[in-house]
């Protein structure tokens, strides 16, 4: 029979651990009370378990959590749920600390006593492959990534197999592997719609899955209307998970099917971030803002209660698509002041990971540099995006093609043309490794603009016939809107009037929606100077919008340079950011 004082003291543990607010100090002394009490040793390593997991969750006392937990550990002789938890929980205190060898070494340990218990097994794979991800060892991860889906098809677990080839989908995406993340994908939306059981936790499979279709075809592939459909059915269905009782994802019927990608908060902010990436890309500028803003006012609330590094990542991306939606608008003085807040949420994420660091950091430095390029300080621009392509990691294909097209932008206006080819050899070859129909519209259309400074009319009006067809199939509307701007000032200079006035006023069009002030102003411009070679009626109407466009830009301009943010950050390319407070 039970010792009465050991389970007073358990009970009274557990009253302090639920009551409303939580008093962790007071069930924390009743559990240490316990262990003064003679217990057998498997009740004792519960103790101690209980203790550990307490401290790890609940206090920064991470000295007394790893001493409970390694008592536990050696208390608990069998490979049972106490030794198991123990070690896991060790090891993730370990890689809190950086200490990633020895969490993997006591993860290993777990991982082999664990054959025969499926749910430990199955959590500690994942464990495992967290780790090896945070490092970016993705090659060992993937060699995890396919014990676990052996081991989820040996004992017929198909909810934990699709999680598991669908972790093996996104390492693929990292690593920039479209065509192989595709196929992974294939077949996982067929057998999670065969699945039966909890409605929540099936429901945010398919979130997993749509989540990663749509990063594989539209920022992968360029496919931004092919994709538009997967994203209404991922809006569907984080609305269909919203509308179920929260209480339904812990009603646990299957061990193995609990594992969970990531909280309902979680998913809501990353399908705000999935639309607006999405709106951005297609030109629906303020459609981007919009979910932007609401996404923000959803983290600020997260945020009172959640610090983790994944909600700091996704608000970071949000400044980088609110920053580059501002400079398209022509809103300089409000990019440069979010580039601010941006250097300050870096120095606030302080990540684990050296290259993250670096990465975050060479982000504001593009940034940066696209801000300079819309003021026309084309050195400052220059010196920026070099500095983000001095350390870039090789598989970040696409950010190293963005920086060099807008190197080309920059050599073209001040006709640097000798610096402008080898860059543009670096593309060409970017392009024969790559699917995307965004870099091949972007790539025909600079290849097009260097034909042109050959006077080689024919290979220019052809790369641009290429580019204009490939964004006009998948909504790319800003590089049309470009293309068309191009043609327009290509036929004008042909003395072809018709064929010119008929470029501009698509590209008016276009404009009208996106809306890219600067592009206005180019278009606008133009078409005054044919309205004055036709003598066109509408000439007086047109200079009146170029005076208006120009004057607006001009103010944004005066604002934004006469900000401390503008003289602190734009000659920075080395060293920590000098950012405002």
């Not at 501002?326 to 941006?342: D, F, M, P, R």
């Not at 300079?372 to 950010?399: C, H, I, V, W, Y």
Request: net charge neutral.
């Amino acid at each position: 029979m039970a010792d009465p004082v050991y389970l007073a003291l358990l009970g009274s543990a557990e009253y302090f651990r639920t009551s409303t607010p939580p008093n962790y100090r007071l069930a924390i002394q009743c559990l240490q009370a316990i262990l003064t009490i003679r217990l057998p040793p498997l009740i004792e390593a519960k103790i101690h378990l209980f203790l550990g997991r307490l401290y790890t969750q609940h206090t920064t006392n991470v000295d007394m959590a790893s001493m409970h937990l390694d008592k536990a550990c050696h208390l608990a002789q069998m490979p049972d749920d106490i030794k198991l938890e123990s070690l896991c929980l060790l090891a993730k205190i370990y890689s809190n600390q950086n200490q990633f060898a020895s969490a993997i070494t006591l993860l290993q340990q777990a991982y082999d006593l664990s054959s025969q218990q499926p749910y430990w097994h199955c959590r500690i794979i994942f464990q495992i492959i967290g780790i090896y991800h945070s490092q970016e060892d993705y090659n060992t991860a993937l060699y995890y990534i396919d014990r676990g889906i052996e081991f989820s098809a040996r004992i017929n677990a198909l909810f934990c197999q699709i999680l598991f080839q669908l972790t093996k989908a996104m390492l693929r995406l990292l690593v920039k592997d479209y065509m192989d993340a595709q196929n992974l994908l294939k077949p996982c939306l067929d057998r999670i719609n065969s699945l039966q059981g909890n409605f929540s936790h099936i429901e945010t499979l398919r979130i997993f899955y749509l989540v990663l279709h749509i990063s594989c075809s539209c920022f992968g592939l360029g496919q931004i209307k092919s994709s538009k459909n997967a994203l209404i059915q991922l809006q569907q269905s984080i609305q269909n998970l919203a509308s179920r009782p929260e209480e339904e994802a812990y009603i646990i019927t299957n061990p193995l099917e609990q594992f969970t990608w990531l909280s309902r908060d979680h998913l809501n902010v990353l399908v705000y971030l999935l639309t607006v990436f999405h709106s951005m890309l297609s030109g629906r500028l303020e459609k981007a803002l919009k979910y932007a803003d609401k996404a923000q006012a959803q983290i600020e609330q997260i945020k009172n209660m959640d610090h983790s590094p994944f909600l700091m990542a996704v608000e970071m991306l949000f400044y980088e698509c609110r920053i580059q939606s501002h400079l398209i608008y022509g809103n300089k003085s409000v990019a440069i002041k979010e580039i601010n807040t941006l250097c300050r949420l870096h120095t606030a994420s302080n990540p684990m990971n050296n290259n993250i660091a670096i990465q975050r950091s060479l982000t504001v430095h593009a940034l940066l540099g696209f801000y300079a390029t819309s003021l026309n300080f084309n050195e400052a621009a220059e010196a920026q995006f070099a500095t983000a392509l001095r350390t870039r990691f090789s598989g970040d294909k696409e950010f190293r093609f963005f920086i060099l097209a807008n190197l080309i932008i920059i050599y073209l206006r001040t006709s640097k043309i000798a610096n402008l080819v080898p860059i543009l050899q670096q593309i060409n070859i970017e392009l024969n490794t790559t699917q995307s129909a965004i870099l091949h519209s972007i790539g025909n259309l600079l290849n097009g603009l260097q034909n042109l400074t050959q006077t080689r009319i024919h290979e220019a009006k052809e790369l641009f016939r290429r580019s204009a067809n490939l964004a006009s199939n998948e909504d790319l509307n800003k590089i049309l809107a470009n293309t068309f701007i191009v043609l327009g000032h290509m036929f004008f200079r042909m003395h072809s009037y018709q064929e010119s006035a008929n470029m501009l006023q698509s590209a008016i069009t276009i404009n009208q929606t996106i809306p890219d002030y600067t592009a206005q102003l180019n278009t606008m411009s133009l078409l005054r100077d044919l309205y004055h070679v036709c003598n066109d009626p509408r000439l007086a109407e047109t200079n009146d919008r170029v005076i208006q466009l120009n004057d607006n830009l001009q103010k944004d301009y005066q604002s934004a340079v006469a900000l401390a943010e503008h003289r602190h950050l734009l000659t920075w390319t080395d060293g920590a950011c000098p950012m405002i407070n």
